[in-house]
């Protein structure tokens, strides 16, 4: 991974590599275990713990690939799944440590360690067109951090941004929430029409709705689909929102946004083009832990979010291209992201200006060699669209930049 900068800012590589090994017991009546150790290493790399010298802040993207709590070290491990499973013809259960995959808790993107949590989850699947899912967490291992950690804990370990009163944000280390909750229902209908209603809650801090409906097209005389979706998100601070005190609070108890969102686009076997859209709106700053997962928006690109603002437009575009039978895909995102002015707060958390984004990128699984590899290149750059006086600290970790990702993965399975 490396990134660098048109103007005098501090680029950074870095080489990371990570293994893991999982046991999964064979299911007695039902009943299995299964538990994961995983290892991350920094192989090599520019010095994460240099500052840049115009802004006087760090690198945020390749200490990502590490230990965000303690970048100086160079290998670390953790235990990221150790469950015990109880599955049924209709349902599952699990209680322990393990995965998610929520539309605002998930792995996220292209890191050696991803998210994982630590609670029960009930998976439920009565009939085809119905699936039911409801999780109770109570800690976690966000991404790029090597322990384990109680919910408001989680808060505050990536970049904290500027509060709504101007100043650096103060919720480091003051955020007060012991769980949140997961609830998620999707449902397809027989008119090709797939719902999902999913609720967020995280205790005296947010609840969160996401309401998203997709639906294929057949067109006629040939096999591409014609697609269309809708979602819109209603999000209101709860409780403290953290902290009894203003200044230390993640996010404000009157907050009241909303996201709308929409997309058309054409699929086939071999290829998928989409064009969306995201409002974002309503009162004070949409907010989700940005440790904890990537947003569900249509316009998401990888290696950006639009979390911690309001009055957001975006247009995005993507293509992909599948040559399945010699083993290779590529596509391309380009966005076109209108966010508030960067010197106003309340409305843009992490004074981050108007910007362009273009991501290329290719996967490649060999198929007659190198059974359990698979390659996979991004390219990503960025570019500020405010015209005036541009502040560094409004460019550096944010526009005006490249950003190169080569990944290799192996797998090895045992039975």
Known sequence: MSTSYWEDFKGDFALGQSAYLQLKTKEYKGFSVIGRYSVFGNVWSSDLLERDPATQNFNRYEVGLF???NPSDRFFGKIEELQIRYNAPKFNVIAGRMDINTPFINPQDGRLSPTFVEGVRLDLKPDKKNQFSAQFIGRMSPRSTSGWFDIGETIGMYPVGQSEFGGPSNYKGN?????????????????????????TYVNNISSTVFTQAIKDWKMVNNDKKFVTGLQFVVQ??????????????????????????????????????????????????????????????????PRERNEGFNQVNAFTTYYQRNLPEKGFQFYGFAGLHFLPD??????????????????????????????????????????????????????????????????????????
Do not use: C
């Open 67 to 69: 230990d965000v709590n």
């Open 175 to 199: 955020t007060k929430s012991s769980f949140f909750t997961v609830a998620n229902w999707q449902h397809r209908m027989d008119s090709d029409i797939q719902i999902q209603l999913n609720h």
């Open 236 to 301: 209101n601070g709860i409780g403290e929102g953290g902290s009894s005190d203003p200044e230390k609070r993640f996010k404000n108890p009157d907050d009241l946004n909303f996201v709308l969102g929409g997309r058309i686009g054409v699929k086939s076997p071999r290829s998928i083009w989409w064009l969306n859209y995201t409002h974002i709106g309503g009162r004070g700053r949409f907010l989700n832990p940005r440790e904890w997962g990537r947003d569900p928006f249509f316009t998401f690109i």
């Open 342 to 415: 960067p010197s106003n707060p309340e409305l843009n958390k992490f004074a981050f200006p108007s910007y362009a984004q273009a991501n290329l990128g290719g996967k490649y699984t060999p198929m007659s060699w190198g059974k359990g590899l698979d390659f996979h290149m991004i390219l990503m750059s960025k570019l500020n669209l405010k015209s005036g006086e541009i502040k560094p600290l409004w460019i550096y970790n944010k526009v005006n930049m490249v950003h190169v990702n080569f990944i290799v993965n192996y797998t090895i399975r045992w039975n």
